[in-house]
């Protein structure tokens, strides 16, 4: 008797259970993997598990995100997408970098799409506390990131954001997405696009430690004249030589390393500061940024 009562209930609860099921179509599916990326079966998981509600199954992808999170808290992210973006005035430009756990998710369609809009959202902010805490998709960014993490199984998180503003920014981003830099420059001129292209191309590449001279931190400075001063006493130069020569050493420091001073790499021939002179007699360099992975 026992048992059969025990099947009857078995048989009323699958009955129930199968009633009460919400119908899960394709279109269900699909419509929840426009919305957050992620993967079919997730999706249709997620639907089930939320009784086909949208908002609640985004809400569980997202819980599903934060416990990926927290497991790969401890991973490296350094691998990525970094992205540069100027406005339509070209007036203010960002430096986003949205950064993976490998190669393989880095260069993903959906993964630099992701990168792309997140970059274009970026230019309405000055700082990342504010873009994390901003609008995407009806969640915040920061719970996108949350979300993706679910979605691709890594930690993804931003890791560079820079904001440049100037009468004239450019900007440029090297092959694969690994360095990207932007340039402002002091005027709007004919040719400005093309300098700060350039000269942001410069900065990608020779990654100067400051605009110049007047700009390198004091304490790199005293470093440096101290490693120098050290190697000349060991050469045996005399001392009242030092000062003499050490300002010539500076001076070579400062052309290697300080972004106007440094030889242009499309020609050698001439600084930086030059080419830019050349294009326009009043046109000067008035900030950079630079960002890579790694």
Known sequence: MGAALSYTHRLVTTFINTNTMVKITAADVNNLRKI????MMDCKKALEEANGDTQKAIEVLRLQGQKVAAKRADRESSEGAVLAKVNEDNTKGVIVSLNCETDFVAINEDFIALANKLTDLALNFDNKEDFLAAKFDDITVEEKLLEQTGVIGEKIEIGAFEVLEAPFVGAYIHAGNKIAS???LSKNVEGADEVAKDVSMQVAAMNPIALDETQVDASIIEKEKEIERENLIKEGKPEHLLDNILKGMMQRFYR?????????IKDNKQSVAKYVKSVNKDLTVTGYKRAALG
Do not use: E, P, S, Y
């Not at 957050?36 to 993967?39: C, Q, R």
């Open 256 to 264: 290697d390393n300080t972004l106007v001073h440094q030889d242009f």
């Open 36 to 39: 957050t990326g992620a993967g």
């Open 182 to 184: 932007l340039t402002g």
